[in-house]
């Protein structure tokens, strides 16, 4: 597997190997022991999750404050723009954001630690994401950042249409009045 640092060196971005010809592909999806070797750190996951969403559906930022979740995200199915912000304020990187296609041909995954608030945004017509988690789903502990807060300033794919959101996501924090990391 190749891995890649992106702008915040705590998100990467995996990239399995792929061994195809013309009957299809084979590749291994997760490693535990290579994963643990690439993120530095024995990472235990709990909890497996598949959303299928349609195209300008954004689903995002979300974070638990307590019960934090590291996810290792994907797409099988489609494409998403997957967004990670990095919220822990003793972080050098705190209120920063990376962005990274995620789509069934690249195959690629990315690692968004605990600490980070993560969205993603459906660029194709469907898409089928995938993700694994280091804790398990707490509602009472989902906190949500605003989507287009103006201080985080991502730059979303522009679709020519407005994004769906739930009632949730459009209703988020500001990252200055949310609850954040220490």
């Given at each position: 597997?190749?891995?890649?640092?992106?702008?915040?060196?705590?998100?990467?971005?995996?990239?399995?190997?792929?061994?195809?010809?013309?009957?299809?592909?084979?590749?291994?999806?997760?490693?535990?022991?290579?994963?643990?070797?690439?993120?530095?750190?024995?990472?235990d996951f709990v909890q497996d999750n598949h959303s299928r969403?349609?195209?300008?559906?954004?689903?995002?930022?979300?974070?638990?404050?307590?019960?934090?979740?590291?996810?290792?995200?994907?797409?099988?199915?489609?494409?998403?723009?997957?967004?990670?912000?990095?919220?822990?304020?003793?972080?050098?990187?705190?209120?920063k954001w990376v962005g990274v296609q995620l789509d069934e041909?690249?195959?690629?995954?990315?690692?968004?630690?605990?600490?980070?608030?993560?969205?993603?945004?459906?660029?194709?017509?469907?898409?089928?994401?995938?993700?694994?988690?280091?804790?398990?789903?707490?509602?009472?502990?989902?906190?949500?950042?605003?989507?287009?807060?103006s201080q985080l300033a991502i730059d979303w794919p522009n679709?020519?249409?407005?994004?769906?959101?739930?009632?949730?996501?459009?209703?988020?924090?500001?990252?200055?009045?949310?609850?954040?990391?220490?």
């Open positions: 597997m190749k891995i890649t640092p992106t702008a915040i060196p705590d998100v990467l971005v995996i990239e399995p190997k792929v061994f195809g010809d013309a009957r299809g592909f084979f590749m291994e999806s997760f490693n535990q022991s290579a994963f643990n070797d690439a993120v530095g750190s024995r990472v969403s349609t195209k300008g559906v954004l689903r995002g930022l979300h974070y638990q404050i307590k019960q934090p979740q590291g996810k290792l995200v994907r797409v099988v199915s489609g494409a998403v723009f997957d967004v990670a912000v990095d919220i822990r304020k003793s972080s050098a990187t705190f209120g041909e690249n195959r690629k995954q990315l690692w968004v630690p605990a600490g980070f608030a993560h969205a993603f945004l459906v660029v194709s017509e469907t898409a089928d994401f995938l993700y694994k988690t280091t804790d398990y789903y707490a509602p009472q502990f989902e906190r949500c950042i605003k989507w287009d807060d679709l020519d249409g407005e994004f769906k959101l739930s009632d949730k996501d459009a209703g988020g924090a500001t990252l200055a009045t949310a609850e954040v990391f220490d």
